[in-house]
């Protein structure tokens, strides 16, 4: 391809080992789109087979796509490729929102390649094509607060950094790149660590350029703010508003009338915000109250977000009663960057109570979110949490820890709900302190290390999707039966994958759920009413191929699989209907290359599949059936006293769920026995080398 449009153009190479800087020409990458399609490219390209997530040779990708930086909404996120050392060294990929992204393009740049490993630590400095690695000593050490504020004080105010915190520099498996203080991607921190790599601090004064003419953007702009909804793309409030049709008490279109970020000075009341306001979109989501129940509003300062975002779904709180903790009273975070540090409180809080919806509920999570982001500690989707309290409730720390290390440890703040034992946390386990640092490593590993009991990979108290990668349930059976637990299988990590929940979850009446679902899907039996299912169908592999497919569509593009894609809308006068071909219009106005909807399915396809095919030759078997696409067996167990399909149940069906396995593996041409893509389904998309390193190496079916 000519063109250039939306894409920077370069993709920014960084040989550690060599102090070496190239630039490539991106065009190689356009099949691949941008963002985790790059990443993925890169990685089978490049890496050799047996490489561990710490070897030099393995390589950490940053990749943006044609849409960041073109203000299009909800498109500044940064995908971040590489192995991840908590699963077993497979690929996968992390996210961050923020500004990041927005500024790479700035910079002149979709991709950064970091490869090697430096002689001591660095930090890299990006404005526009000028970039230098710069001697990291000072801040190596240090939390992510500070050394973003070091680099921003050298670089200046407008540089948007990513780094790591203690936990990344010390290797520790579960930890995180972060920038701009609460947009974290987690699984990779240690990853840059093992490279010397403290940041990578960019600043960039280019234009983005786009083939159409701004007006022709700022149409479709409108139109897609005409349809988009709040957080999620929850499309009603979550209270009756005289303007609404429907209201559902679980939407994150929290508005209404006397609720306020009571914290701004002077307050600012959320109000009605009926869809057709487009001033009043970022008042829609008072996530603070969602997050943590009414006892947030007087905290809220305000809600952020990220660049081009006009959802907020950031919470900006102050709390001052933090700063008798040793951190800020401020603190910004949203979803598990709250709900993971404080569910570090096993105990629950000083008051006695436990959960949320409490002053001393409120203090420990901003207390405990403070350090985990300066930290730098990743929670693997609160399995973190839940390992300790396995560990901690079945008496295993005191049979593995050494006496000296399990009594120096204060287990009595804990029990006491004191927020000083989530210190003594974080820096056991950020700095590889003692036998209880191992927390860090990972449930695979620690599971194993501490020999865990059966219970924890069958019970569903402890949510262990994979039993044989040791990651958990994300959004899974409970969301669309079989829809979610397809979805479940088919990463090398939990499943960052909200396509199919946001629509699940639009708050909109499920009848009508279903009547749209035909219209996408093929039949209104795509999805079942919750906790009441039906076995599986084709329209059900056709929904969950589809989600799978915008997810990584979206990470290439890249936009936010948070709100994209625009199924459904708020506007009664459309029938509640949203768009899904925008995705398509975007690329083709951005770039001058017409795209259908289907057709950028298909580019989004190919990324899929070579992720499945990097993990086939990662793995070394074409067995993913039995070797990869596992669940653990509460999924099969749960409700002993009820039968799968039942009304009140999301327990599965071992048989129907293997039948379900079966469907989409022929949705997408892979072999119907094996779960591994076929030569044919390769050459489809243009992965015929692929299929030739595959079948060289013995693993492409028969």
């Not at 500024?103 to 490993?117: H, Q, R, S, T, V």
């Not at 120096?408 to 950020?430: S, T």
């Not at 390769?682 to 992965?687: M, N, Q, S, T």
Request: one cysteine or more; hydrophobic letters at 35%.
């Amino acid at each position: 391809m000519a063109t250039s449009k939306g894409w920077a153009g370069k993709v920014l190479r960084i040989d550690l080992t060599a102090e070496k800087i190239t630039t490539e020409d991106t065009s190689k990458y356009y099949d691949f789109i941008g963002g985790m399609g790059i990443g993925y490219k890169v990685m089978w390209d490049e890496v050799p087979e047996g490489t561990k997530s710490y070897d030099p040779e393995n390589k950490i990708i940053f990749g943006v796509g044609p849409f960041s930086g073109t203000g299009i909404p909800c498109s500044s996120r940064t995908n971040i490729t590489s192995l991840m050392p908590t699963h077993q060294d497979l690929v996968g990929d992390s996210h961050m929102g923020g500004h990041f992204a927005a500024e790479m393009k700035f910079a002149g740049w979709d991709a950064i390649i970091l490869e090697g490993k430096a002689s001591s630590p660095v930090w890299i400095r990006i404005e526009n094509d000028k970039v230098t690695l710069e001697d990291a000593g000072r801040l190596w050490g240090e939390g992510t607060f500070k050394t973003t504020a070091d680099i921003c004080t050298v670089m200046g105010g407008e540089a948007h950094v990513a780094c790591i915190g203690p936990a990344g520099e010390n290797m520790v498996n579960q930890s995180i790149i972060i920038t701009g203080g609460s947009h974290s991607a987690g699984g990779h921190g240690g990853v840059m660590g093992s490279k010397n790599v403290k940041a990578i601090g960019i600043r960039g004064t280019l234009p983005v350029y786009i083939a159409a003419n701004g007006q022709q953007l700022k149409e479709l702009d409108e139109y897609a703010m005409s349809i988009i909804g709040s957080n999620n793309q929850h499309v009603v409030p979550s209270t009756p508003l005289p303007w609404a049709e429907y209201h559902h008490a679980r939407s994150r279109w929290t508005a209404r009338p006397g609720l306020f970020w009571g914290a701004a000075d002077p307050p600012v009341e959320t109000g009605e915000c009926p869809p057709e306001d487009m001033n009043s979109v970022g008042l829609r989501c008072q996530k603070a109250v969602f997050d943590h129940g009414d006892v947030a509003e007087d905290a809220t300062v305000r809600m952020g977000g990220c660049q081009s975002c006009p959802i907020r779904c950031q919470s900006h709180l102050e709390v001052p009663e933090a700063e008798e903790f040793g951190v800020s009273p401020y603190r910004s975070n949203t979803c598990v960057g709250w709900s993971f540090p404080r569910a570090v409180m096993l105990k629950g809080y000083r008051d006695g109570s436990t959960g949320r919806g409490t002053e001393e509920a409120l203090l420990a999570t901003v207390v405990s979110s403070n350090l985990a982001d300066d930290w730098g500690l990743w929670c693997n989707y609160n399995q973190i949490t839940r390992d300790f309290r396995y560990a901690y409730e079945n008496g295993i720390l005191e049979e593995v820890l050494p006496e000296a290390e399990y009594n120096e440890i204060p287990w009595d703040l804990l029990e006491a709900g004191d927020p000083n034992f989530l210190h003594e946390f974080y820096r056991r386990v950020c700095t590889k302190e003692g036998e209880f640092s191992h927390l860090g490593d990972g449930s695979y590993l620690v599971s194993r290390r501490w020999n865990f009991g059966d219970d924890y990979y069958t019970s569903e108290q402890w949510r262990l999707w994979n039993p044989k990668l040791g990651f958990p349930q994300h959004h899974s059976s409970e969301t669309a039966a079989q829809v979610g637990s397809l979805i479940n299988l088919m990463f090398n990590r939990d499943a960052q994958l909200h396509t199919h929940v946001n629509y699940t979850g639009s708050g909109l009446p499920i009848e009508l759920q279903r009547e749209i679902a035909g219209e996408l899907w093929g039949s209104p039996d795509a999805l079942d009413p919750p906790a009441d299912y039906t076995p599986m169908n084709e329209y059900k592999a056709v929904f969950a191929k589809y989600s799978l497919i915008r997810n990584v569509l979206h990470d290439s593009l890249t936009l936010c699989n948070w709100m994209w894609p625009l199924h459904v809308s708020p506007l009664k006068e459309r029938n509640y209907r949203g768009d899904t071909a925008l995705e398509a219009k975007f690329f083709s106005l951005i770039t001058g290359i017409e795209k259908t909807e289907e057709e950028l399915d298909m580019d989004a396809e190919r990324i899929f599949t070579l992720h499945r095919a990097l993990t086939v030759k990662q793995m070394g078997t074409t067995d993913m059936r039995n070797e990869h696409d596992v669940m653990s067996d509460y999924v099969f167990d749960r409700d002993p006293d009820m039968e799968p399909f039942e009304e009140g149940t999301i327990k599965m069906d071992r048989d129907d769920m293997e039948l379900a396995k079966t469907m989409l593996y022929e949705k997408f041409g892979w072999d119907p026995d094996s779960g591994a893509p076929t030569r044919a389904s390769l050459e489809r998309l243009g992965l015929g080398y692929v299929a030739d390193e595959l079948e060289e190496k013995g693993l492409l079916p028969a």
